[in-house]
Nanobody, 116 residues
Framework: QVQLVESGGGLVQAGGSLRLSCAASGSIVSINYMGWYRQAPGKQRELVAEAITSDGTTNYADSVKGRFTVSRDNAKNTVYLQMNSLKPEDTAVYYC?????????WGQGTQVTVSS
């Protein structure tokens, strides 16, 4: 089992920045994938950014490229999402996701609200 705890959400004005953190605990040796997803009211959950553990590959949704950066601190078993130049359309609940060969784990989510 893997437990994920997100933090860092909040209310920010358009153009501002936030950094989300996701601390992993438990059977983290098995994790080979970590990602950030978001879900806005009335919309499906969508991928924001992901990091492949084995080769360090990162991928981003087109809507956040150049504004968001995903990074990992292996010593702290934590993955971060640095969000800059935030827009009102970035408002959503952001979820941390971790994957192993056989399982997918989700955090509880953290609300990000961007005011115009």
């Amino acid at each position: 089992q893997v437990q994920l705890v997100e933090s860092g959400g909040g209310l920010v004005q358009a153009g501002g920045s936030l950094r989300l953190s996701c601390a992993a605990s438990g059977s983290i040796v098995s994790i080979n994938y970590m990602g950030w997803y978001r879900q806005a009211p009335g919309k499906q959950r969508e991928l924001v950014a992901e990091a492949i553990t084995s080769d360090g590959t990162t991928n981003y949704a087109d809507s956040v490229k150049g504004r968001f950066t995903v990074s990992r601190d292996n010593a702290k078993n934590t993955v971060y999402l640095q969000m800059n130049s935030l827009k009102p359309e970035d408002t959503a609940v952001y979820y941390c996701c971790a994957g192993s060969r056989f399982n997918v784990y989700w955090g509880q989510g953290t609300q990000v609200t961007v005011s115009s």
